[in-house]
């Protein structure tokens, strides 16, 4: 269980702006219970994360429906140091009335952008601390038909607030064929919907290798994607974190076999520096002019 994180393979010059900067990111998770949230944490992260206040933003008292928990692990690699905070909704989706489950999720991002924005208009703005929420990973559950009126409801209430990453969850319960069809029946929703999910910039730059990396990360978009914080054994011996079915086993890490490399791959090597920027420059920064607007200045 090597080499998860590969942020110390950051081009240099963004490495070490970042380093300086101290490391920090922010990734909230949104879906159904028992689609996999949990389970893709410990995977993504393959370490244990601990309750972390410091970055919890404090929800009003509009009535708890779905909780808003934030867990932090500090990751090492080749001596940079990483702090990950996730952001995990437990009860999205599991009420009899779900019409404004995006809400308390709605309200804990604006509520970083507030406290954000707080720390701006301090006279010492030296030391801003950073808890806004860089990526949404939305999980869509493996139905093989559309989105769900639910899906719809939250991605078009969330999509200027935060850079959305819809993915399809327990993806092993799907054939290949299904998936495909399933990715562009998702595709077609979002078009149809104007949902606007993020779409890493291409720059004109940037060497050969970097485009088709890219390219091909966002191609796969929504991931489908399967979790598994267990081992299990292959026929030849070997053990890999994967899934036993009786026809054989669906690995987590390989590449052939579901898309969690290159989510991997997107939030914590290739486009994490970029979903850093659009959340500040952009995100934020229509948040920030609104609020003044709104307030007359
Ligand atoms: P959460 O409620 O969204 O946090 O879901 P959990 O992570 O607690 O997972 C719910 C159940 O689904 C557990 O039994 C997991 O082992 C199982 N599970 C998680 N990820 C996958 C997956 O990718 N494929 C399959 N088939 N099951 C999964
Ligand atoms: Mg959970």
């Known amino acids: 269980l090597q080499g998860y994180v590969g942020f110390a393979n950051l081009p240099n010059q963004v490495h070490r702006k970042s380093v300086k900067k101290g490391f920090h990111f922010t990734v909230m998770i949104v879906g159904e219970s028992g689609l996999g949230k949990s389970t893709l944490v410990n995977t993504l992260f393959g370490t244990t994360l601990y309750p972390n206040k410091a970055n919890a933003v404090p929800s009003d008292e509009s ?3 779905v909780e808003i928990q ?19 909704t437990p009860g999205f989706g599991d009420f009899v009335n779900n019409e404004e489950s995006w809400k308390p999720i709605l309200d804990n991002i604006e509520a970083r952008f507030d ?10 703005r030296r030391k801003l601390v950073d808890n806004r929420v860089h990526a949404c990973i939305y999980f869509i559950a493996p139905t093989g038909h559309s989105l769900k009126p639910l899906d719809v409801e939250f991605m078009r209430r969330l999509h200027t607030k935060v850079n959305l990453i819809p993915v399809i969850a327990k993806s092993d319960t799907l054939t290949e064929d299904e998936i495909k069809e399933f990715k562009q029946r998702i595709l077609d929703d979002i078009a ?45 011996g070997r053990k890999v974190r994967g899934r036993k079915y009786p026809w054989g086993v669906i ?13 991997r791959q997107m939030l914590i090597r290739t486009h994490m520096e970029e979903l850093k920027e659009y959340t500040n420059d952009v995100l934020y920064e229509n948040y920030r002019s609104e609020k003044l607007v709104s307030m007359g200045v």
């Not at 720390?119 to 010492?124: A, M, S």
């Not at 690995?251 to 989510?263: G, R, S």
């Open 63 to 65: 009535p708890k429906t």
């Open 70 to 88: 934030s867990l932090s692990a500090d990751i090492e690699e080749n001596g940079v140091k990483l702090r990950l905070t996730v952001v995990d």
């Open 251 to 263: 690995e987590v890490d390989n590449q052939e076999h579901n898309d969690f490399v290159k989510l």
């Open 115 to 124: 406290a954000y924005l707080e720390q701006e208009n301090r006279v010492n």
């Open 192 to 236: 149809f919907h104007k949902i606007q999910i993020y779409q890493a910039p291409q720059y004109e730059y940037d060497d050969p290798e970097t485009v088709a990396e890219n390219r091909e990360i966002m191609s796969k978009i929504p991931f489908a994607i399967v979790g598994s914080d267990k081992e299990v054994e292959l026929p030849d």
